[in-house]
Protein backbone atom coordinates (compact mmCIF):
# COMPACT_ATOMS: atom_id res chain seq x y z
CA UNK A 1 0.00 0.00 0.00
CA UNK A 2 0.96 3.23 -1.24
CA UNK A 3 1.54 5.86 1.86
CA UNK A 4 2.96 9.39 2.58
CA UNK A 5 3.42 9.39 6.42
CA UNK A 6 4.03 13.07 6.92
CA UNK A 7 5.29 14.79 10.64
CA UNK A 8 3.81 16.10 13.37
CA UNK A 9 2.56 19.61 13.64
CA UNK A 10 4.43 22.74 14.84
CA UNK A 11 4.39 25.60 16.41
CA UNK A 12 7.32 28.39 16.14
CA UNK A 13 8.11 31.84 16.63
CA UNK A 14 8.63 33.94 13.66
CA UNK A 15 12.22 34.06 12.80
CA UNK A 16 13.06 30.42 13.64
CA UNK A 17 14.05 27.73 11.22
CA UNK A 18 11.89 24.60 10.59
CA UNK A 19 12.11 21.58 8.63
CA UNK A 20 9.17 19.11 7.59
CA UNK A 21 8.87 16.03 6.54
CA UNK A 22 7.28 13.27 4.27
CA UNK A 23 8.28 9.70 4.48
CA UNK A 24 7.16 7.21 1.35
CA UNK A 25 6.28 3.58 1.96
CA UNK A 26 4.77 1.04 -0.31
CA UNK A 27 6.45 2.35 -3.77
CA UNK A 28 9.89 2.81 -5.16
CA UNK A 29 10.38 6.18 -3.25
CA UNK A 30 13.39 6.99 -6.47
CA UNK A 31 11.23 7.21 -9.69
CA UNK A 32 8.33 9.63 -8.64
CA UNK A 33 8.35 13.07 -7.96
CA UNK A 34 6.98 14.43 -4.64
CA UNK A 35 5.72 17.88 -4.36
CA UNK A 36 4.62 19.72 -1.96
CA UNK A 37 1.64 21.84 -1.71
CA UNK A 38 0.59 25.00 0.78
CA UNK A 39 -3.00 25.93 1.83
CA UNK A 40 -3.22 28.38 4.35
CA UNK A 41 -6.09 28.78 6.70
CA UNK A 42 -9.22 28.82 4.59
CA UNK A 43 -7.57 28.97 0.86
CA UNK A 44 -7.22 27.15 -1.86
CA UNK A 45 -4.19 25.01 -2.85
CA UNK A 46 -0.66 26.68 -4.06
CA UNK A 47 1.80 24.71 -5.82
CA UNK A 48 5.23 25.33 -4.20
CA UNK A 49 8.12 22.85 -5.69
CA UNK A 50 8.74 19.51 -6.50
CA UNK A 51 11.54 17.48 -6.11
CA UNK A 52 12.71 14.38 -7.81
CA UNK A 53 14.78 11.78 -5.28
CA UNK A 54 16.55 9.81 -7.42
CA UNK A 55 18.53 12.73 -8.45
CA UNK A 56 17.40 15.93 -6.03
CA UNK A 57 16.38 17.44 -9.38
CA UNK A 58 14.29 20.12 -8.19
CA UNK A 59 11.69 22.77 -9.16
CA UNK A 60 10.65 25.69 -7.17
CA UNK A 61 7.20 27.88 -8.04
CA UNK A 62 8.68 31.70 -8.72
CA UNK A 63 6.31 31.93 -5.34
CA UNK A 64 8.67 30.40 -3.51
CA UNK A 65 11.94 30.31 -4.84
CA UNK A 66 13.99 31.64 -2.41
CA UNK A 67 11.60 30.89 0.95
CA UNK A 68 12.05 27.14 0.84
CA UNK A 69 14.52 24.70 0.60
CA UNK A 70 12.95 20.82 -0.68
CA UNK A 71 15.15 18.43 -0.43
CA UNK A 72 15.18 14.33 -0.22
CA UNK A 73 17.29 11.52 1.26
CA UNK A 74 16.40 8.64 -0.46
CA UNK A 75 18.64 6.30 1.58
CA UNK A 76 15.21 6.93 4.30
CA UNK A 77 12.51 7.30 1.23
CA UNK A 78 12.08 10.71 2.95
CA UNK A 79 11.12 14.31 1.49
CA UNK A 80 12.35 17.83 3.48
CA UNK A 81 10.53 21.11 3.17
CA UNK A 82 12.41 23.11 5.18
CA UNK A 83 12.63 27.15 6.40
CA UNK A 84 15.02 29.32 7.61
CA UNK A 85 13.57 32.05 9.23
CA UNK A 86 9.34 31.79 9.12
CA UNK A 87 6.93 34.29 9.22
CA UNK A 88 3.39 34.81 10.63
CA UNK A 89 2.26 34.51 7.02
CA UNK A 90 3.98 30.88 7.15
CA UNK A 91 1.11 29.42 9.32
CA UNK A 92 -0.76 26.93 7.03
CA UNK A 93 -1.20 23.04 6.42
CA UNK A 94 1.56 21.54 3.95
CA UNK A 95 0.87 18.69 2.04
CA UNK A 96 3.36 16.55 -0.09
CA UNK A 97 2.16 14.35 -2.63
CA UNK A 98 3.54 12.14 -5.01
CA UNK A 99 2.96 12.00 -8.99
CA UNK A 100 1.70 9.32 -10.88
CA UNK A 101 3.91 9.57 -13.60
CA UNK A 102 7.93 8.84 -13.65
CA UNK A 103 7.25 12.59 -14.72
CA UNK A 104 6.67 15.93 -12.84
CA UNK A 105 4.38 16.67 -16.06
CA UNK A 106 1.61 14.10 -13.87
CA UNK A 107 -1.26 14.59 -11.82
CA UNK A 108 -0.76 14.02 -7.63
CA UNK A 109 -2.08 10.78 -6.94
CA UNK A 110 -1.16 10.07 -3.29
CA UNK A 111 -1.04 12.88 -0.89
CA UNK A 112 0.15 12.95 2.84
CA UNK A 113 -2.31 13.49 5.71
CA UNK A 114 -0.28 17.43 5.73
CA UNK A 115 1.25 18.97 7.81
CA UNK A 116 -0.23 22.38 10.21
CA UNK A 117 2.49 24.89 10.73
CA UNK A 118 1.98 27.68 12.66
CA UNK A 119 4.36 30.40 13.28
CA UNK A 120 3.18 33.18 16.72
CA UNK A 121 5.09 35.34 18.41
CA UNK B 1 3.11 30.81 -15.12
CA UNK B 2 0.27 29.36 -16.62
CA UNK B 3 -2.95 30.74 -14.59
CA UNK B 4 -6.11 28.38 -13.69
CA UNK B 5 -9.64 30.17 -13.45
CA UNK B 6 -11.91 28.53 -12.04
CA UNK B 7 -16.02 29.14 -11.98
CA UNK B 8 -18.17 30.06 -9.87
CA UNK B 9 -16.88 30.29 -6.47
CA UNK B 10 -19.43 28.32 -5.15
CA UNK B 11 -22.87 26.44 -6.01
CA UNK B 12 -25.57 25.31 -4.24
CA UNK B 13 -27.16 22.28 -6.10
CA UNK B 14 -30.29 20.33 -4.95
CA UNK B 15 -29.73 15.97 -4.44
CA UNK B 16 -29.95 14.14 -7.45
CA UNK B 17 -29.79 17.19 -9.87
CA UNK B 18 -26.59 17.87 -12.36
CA UNK B 19 -23.42 20.38 -10.55
CA UNK B 20 -21.18 21.94 -13.44
CA UNK B 21 -17.69 23.65 -12.56
CA UNK B 22 -15.75 25.67 -14.77
CA UNK B 23 -11.83 25.98 -15.29
CA UNK B 24 -10.09 27.92 -17.51
CA UNK B 25 -6.51 28.03 -18.30
CA UNK B 26 -4.29 31.67 -19.23
CA UNK B 27 -2.65 29.56 -22.33
CA UNK B 28 -3.48 25.83 -23.72
CA UNK B 29 -2.65 22.89 -21.78
CA UNK B 30 -2.61 20.38 -24.74
CA UNK B 31 0.29 18.68 -25.40
CA UNK B 32 0.35 18.26 -29.36
CA UNK B 33 3.06 15.26 -29.28
CA UNK B 34 0.36 13.11 -27.61
CA UNK B 35 -2.99 15.10 -27.86
CA UNK B 36 -3.46 15.15 -24.05
CA UNK B 37 -4.20 17.70 -21.72
CA UNK B 38 -2.61 18.02 -18.97
CA UNK B 39 -5.21 18.48 -16.45
CA UNK B 40 -6.74 16.90 -13.36
CA UNK B 41 -9.46 17.69 -10.92
CA UNK B 42 -9.29 17.19 -6.95
CA UNK B 43 -11.62 17.16 -4.30
CA UNK B 44 -10.95 18.14 -0.85
CA UNK B 45 -13.25 17.38 1.95
CA UNK B 46 -13.08 19.26 4.86
CA UNK B 47 -9.85 18.43 7.19
CA UNK B 48 -8.74 16.09 4.93
CA UNK B 49 -5.96 15.78 1.60
CA UNK B 50 -6.96 16.53 -1.74
CA UNK B 51 -8.32 13.45 -3.83
CA UNK B 52 -7.76 12.80 -7.59
CA UNK B 53 -10.77 12.29 -9.17
CA UNK B 54 -9.71 13.11 -13.18
CA UNK B 55 -6.98 13.29 -15.01
CA UNK B 56 -5.46 13.97 -18.29
CA UNK B 57 -9.42 16.02 -18.26
CA UNK B 58 -11.82 13.29 -18.67
CA UNK B 59 -9.61 9.78 -17.30
CA UNK B 60 -11.44 8.82 -14.07
CA UNK B 61 -9.01 7.73 -11.42
CA UNK B 62 -9.90 4.37 -10.72
CA UNK B 63 -12.47 4.03 -7.36
CA UNK B 64 -13.94 7.22 -8.58
CA UNK B 65 -18.15 7.07 -9.07
CA UNK B 66 -18.87 7.21 -13.04
CA UNK B 67 -21.30 10.40 -11.28
CA UNK B 68 -17.95 12.27 -12.22
CA UNK B 69 -17.07 13.46 -15.63
CA UNK B 70 -13.98 15.62 -17.03
CA UNK B 71 -14.04 17.18 -20.50
CA UNK B 72 -12.84 20.21 -22.48
CA UNK B 73 -9.78 20.44 -24.75
CA UNK B 74 -6.92 23.23 -24.68
CA UNK B 75 -7.65 26.12 -22.84
CA UNK B 76 -11.32 25.43 -21.26
CA UNK B 77 -12.21 22.24 -19.34
CA UNK B 78 -15.60 21.02 -17.09
CA UNK B 79 -16.06 18.45 -14.18
CA UNK B 80 -19.54 17.70 -13.86
CA UNK B 81 -21.20 15.63 -11.34
CA UNK B 82 -23.90 14.31 -13.17
CA UNK B 83 -26.54 13.21 -9.73
CA UNK B 84 -25.00 15.15 -6.71
CA UNK B 85 -25.18 13.09 -3.47
CA UNK B 86 -24.50 14.20 -0.04
CA UNK B 87 -21.15 12.81 0.59
CA UNK B 88 -20.04 14.92 -2.89
CA UNK B 89 -19.94 18.35 -0.57
CA UNK B 90 -16.21 19.44 -1.12
CA UNK B 91 -14.00 21.76 -2.56
CA UNK B 92 -13.29 21.08 -5.96
CA UNK B 93 -9.75 21.94 -7.73
CA UNK B 94 -8.66 21.91 -11.10
CA UNK B 95 -4.52 21.64 -11.94
CA UNK B 96 -2.37 22.04 -14.52
CA UNK B 97 0.72 19.97 -15.27
CA UNK B 98 2.06 20.79 -18.38
CA UNK B 99 4.61 23.69 -17.41
CA UNK B 100 5.93 24.51 -14.03
CA UNK B 101 4.90 25.98 -11.83
CA UNK B 102 1.74 23.18 -11.85
CA UNK B 103 -0.67 25.51 -10.78
CA UNK B 104 -4.29 25.26 -9.30
CA UNK B 105 -7.27 26.75 -10.14
CA UNK B 106 -8.97 28.81 -6.85
CA UNK B 107 -11.33 26.14 -5.95
CA UNK B 108 -15.10 26.05 -6.22
CA UNK B 109 -16.97 25.26 -2.94
CA UNK B 110 -20.33 22.79 -4.00
CA UNK B 111 -22.88 22.34 -1.31
CA UNK B 112 -26.59 20.92 -0.89
CA UNK B 113 -29.05 23.39 -1.77
Known amino acids: EVQLVQSGAEVKKPGESLKISCKGS????????IGWVRQMPGKGLEWMGI????????RYSPSFQGQVTISADKSISTAYLQWSSLKASDTAIYYCAKTWGYSYGSQFDYWGQGTLVTVSS | DIVMTQSPDSLAVSLGERATINCKSS????????????LAWYQQKPGQPPKVLIY???TRESGVPDRFSGSGSGTDFTLTISSLQAEDVAVYYCQQYYSTPLTFGGGTKVEIK
Open chain 1, 51 to 58: IYPGDSDT
Open chain 1, 26 to 33: GYSFTNYW
Open chain 2, 27 to 38: QSVLYSSNDKNY
Open chain 2, 56 to 58: WAS
